[in-house]
């Protein structure tokens, strides 16, 4: 079992098969290090040695060092896009523990390359104006306003494009343009942010940036951001051999497939999210927002929340939830993302969700800046109250 098995109670599953079960795990695990359990067992989780796994090894990282054992070295650029792909370097910026051994095999073996860059997604697909639209978990005056950002790019010095007419990415960009770009965020969002915020702001406008150097430049498969958002949209759209057929490198044979699956997924998540700002769905609390997702699929909500975060309080973590039904009962899928700026300031999502989930009967957790929880159908109001009068955050 590959990510996942750590956080359920698999007894009976290995009571009825005859062979050994494997786990290869990164979440927190309900079992202690050699415990007794029924059948042959062997659980491979971080946290049994000290190690943190939701920031220092993903459980594609755990399968990448499984394969090396038997010297399976070409597959260490999977790691990357696991741990990329499951924001193991959210925090700091750059990948940590366990990951930098699974991005030295990868540089040796010639896979992936590492730079310090903006953080600013879409480094080879998005135009410069856009993907800086788009930038940061803090409300900017450019915010969702492509004008706002042409012009403010044209006061920095930085052409739109380039001497061909071509349009401008970020890869595009020299040193200097970036160092200009990196100045002019840092002092508008330190005039945005409380003091005490500050010293986390350099983070949150730069960082390592990782390519797969046997990709095309100026395609969604030559950054590891954005490969994994491709990989993430087969999975939360049942695709998931698509996503296998990509990683195999079998492009040629599914790309007119995945490129329709992800302008579908992208054209949902635009519709769903303008649905929740027109009927102004947020309700604000004292300590959190919430919307009820209702008629979105519950694979997503969480992604549409995060979409939604730079419209809103980003002192405040964004929740929202979908209904879903289960084979014993129904509930809700409830998805939080918030700013990094709180999680730097020691709040740790992932454990308030897990532990108010288990207070109404539901399950949960995650890491600090997204995590989710699954509540029964008739507990959603108690859990969002709960959840509220659980957080302090001191503006």
Not at 269 to 277: D, P, Q, R, W
Request: aromatic share 10%; glycine share 10%; charged share 20%.
């Amino acid at each position: 079992m590959s990510d996942l098995g750590s956080g359920q109670n698999i007894n009976g599953i290995c009571n009825r098969l005859s062979s050994s079960t494997i786990i290869l795990d990164h979440h927190p695990s309900i079992r202690k290090l050699d415990c007794d359990t029924v059948g042959n067992l062997v659980e491979v989780n971080p946290n049994f040695y000290g190690l943190d796994g939701s920031y220092e090894i993903s459980g594609g990282g755990l399968s990448y060092f499984f394969a090396k054992t038997f010297h399976e070295y070409d597959l260490s650029w999977m790691g990357i896009l696991s741990a990329v792909g499951d924001m193991q370097n959210s925090m700091s910026g750059r990948l940590v523990g366990l990951n930098r051994e699974i991005l030295s095999d990868s540089k040796e073996t010639g896979f992936v390359k590492s730079n310090n860059d903006l953080l600013l997604y879409g480094r080879h697909t998005r135009p410069l104006f856009k993907a800086l639209s788009y930038f940061g978990d803090v409300h900017l005056p450019f915010t969702n306003n492509r004008n706002e950002c042409v012009m403010f790019l044209d006061d920095l010095g930085i052409p739109l494009k380039n001497e061909m007419g071509t349009v401008r990415y970020l890869c595009d960009l020299s040193m200097d343009e970036k160092s200009k770009l990196f100045a002019e965020l840092l002092k508008m969002i330190t005039r945005e942010v409380p003091a005490r915020y500050v010293k986390y702001v350099p983070k949150l406008i730069s960082g390592e940036s990782y390519e797969f150097l046997n990709e095309e430049p100026y395609t969604t498969f030559k950054d590891a951001s954005e490969y994994s958002t491709i990989i993430n949209a087969c999975g939360r759209n049942n695709k998931a051999s698509l996503g296998m057929e990509l990683i195999k490198g079998n492009k040629n044979k599914v790309l007119d497939d995945v490129e329709s699956l992800v302008k579908k997924h992208r054209r949902y998540l635009a519709v769903n999210m303008s649905k929740i700002l027109d009927e102004n769905r947020v309700e604000i609390l004292e300590n959190i927002q919430y919307f009820d997702g209702s008629g979105i699929k519950a694979s997503v909500v969480g992604t549409i929340a995060g979409m939604l975060l730079n419209n809103y309080d980003w002192q405040k973590p964004l929740i929202g939830y979908s209904h879903v039904d289960g084979e014993e009962s129904s509930g809700y899928k409830v998805s939080l993302r918030c700013s990094k700026l709180l999680a730097y300031d020691g709040i740790h999502f992932g454990n308030i969700v897990r532990d108010v989930a288990n207070k109404v009967g539901g399950s949960g957790g995650g890491h600090s800046v997204a995590c989710g929880a699954y509540v029964p159908e008739d507990n959603i109001n108690q859990f969002i109250d709960l959840l509220n009068n659980s957080i302090n955050i001191n503006t």
